[in-house]
């Protein structure tokens, strides 16, 4: 549900903004990765300094705005920028920020390396593969702007999707995380929790096989509320326990907490998946497997939730008899 891109930062040069329309094409560019895009990277942030650079050099009406833009994302790395592991790409011994580029994009398999059109026609014509390329000058137009734009306007309930495609869309959600939140209403009675755990671990699985960071850094949350405020019922919070948390932290070997919140105002009842750089909302919640076979659910990213989510965690914790655990740590 997310593109990747990596910018080179000749394709900001100050003498391209003369044509008609690139400089549009830049603030397209920069409001899709605001709203579903992902912008990598190196670790030596020499993409980044050199973009800076570029775009102090533009003339105050092409310049201002895209400064601002990009300044934005220099605030939240980790949101919509992401500063790639070092240990999965290095990048100190390429030669130029171009090489830093296609670098980038291939270790991290980013969908395309935005290039200036200059760069992209001599690519052409020595019949280099261009697939992988994006010209700045044609992004509007471009597949990967067409695909932007499908994957947060367009999509189909998830039973309807293409084969496979609702993996592909979770893995393009999850790569770049290191946290995932599980958000829930309310987890019933906790006697019926096998479709509950075979969604939530269907995520978990595509996530540990495709994480971009070591797994020594991953972590999972789930969040969920007790039925009634007063009136616990502690058999419940340990077959989620027992059920869910304890058996998926210990098969993917991460941290996997479970926290019980009070709910008197009913902050809680859309069901969200959180990432470090989006929320996805589920219309069905994480019960969207039955057989082996996904079920009607919309999916669609969420980006006004974050205030909603971030009440929702801020709720008062719920604390059940000592002898029942809330959360457990994998060590």
Not at 19 to 38: K, T
Not at 141 to 146: A, C, G, H, I
Not at 254 to 271: C, G, I, N, Q, V
Not at 288 to 298: D, P
């Amino acid at each position: 549900m997310l593109i990747s891109i990596v910018l080179d930062p000749k394709s900001f040069d100050r003498t391209l903004f003369a044509a008609p329309g690139y400089r549009d094409q830049a603030e397209i560019l920069f409001r899709g990765l605001e709203s579903n895009g992902l912008m990598l990277a190196d670790s030596q942030s020499r993409l980044l300094d050199e973009l800076d650079e570029q775009l102090s050099k533009l003339n105050t009406k092409d310049g201002q705005q895209l400064q601002i833009r990009f300044a934005e994302l220099r605030k939240r790395p980790g949101h919509r920028l992401i500063v790639v592991d070092s240990s999965v790409c290095d990048t100190q011994h390429c030669a130029s920020t171009h090489t830093v580029a296609c670098t980038v994009r291939s270790k991290c398999s980013g969908d395309s390396v935005i290039v200036d059109e200059p760069t992209f026609n001599a690519f052409q014509a020595r019949n280099i593969p261009c697939h992988t390329f994006t010209p700045l000058s044609r992004y509007i137009s471009s597949k990967l702007e067409l695909d932007r734009r499908r994957f947060m306007e367009q999509l189909p309930s998830i039973d309807q999707m293409a084969p496979g495609e609702f993996d592909a869309l979770i893995v393009r959600s999850l790569r770049f995380t290191k946290t995932l939140r599980f958000y829930d209403k309310q987890i019933a009675k906790g006697d019926s929790l096998g479709r509950f755990r075979d969604g939530i671990e269907r995520i978990l699985d595509l996530w540990s096989g495709t994480a971009h960071y070591p797994r020594s850094t991953l972590k999972a949350e789930l969040y969920t509320c007790v039925q009634k405020t007063h009136d616990p019922e502690p058999i419940v919070h340990q077959r989620v326990l027992d059920r869910i948390t304890h058996p998926l932290a210990a098969k993917f070997t991460m941290p996997f907490t479970l926290y019980w919140k009070e709910d008197s105002a009913r902050l809680s009842h859309d069901r969200h998946l959180q990432t470090d750089n989006v929320a996805i909302y589920f219309s069905k919640g994480f019960d969207f497997i039955e057989g082996g076979a996904l079920q009607r659910c919309r999916i669609q990213l969420d980006n006004g939730a974050e205030t909603h989510l971030t009440e929702y965690r801020n709720l008062k914790d719920f604390r059940p008899p000592a002898r029942f655990s809330t959360s457990r740590i994998f060590q």
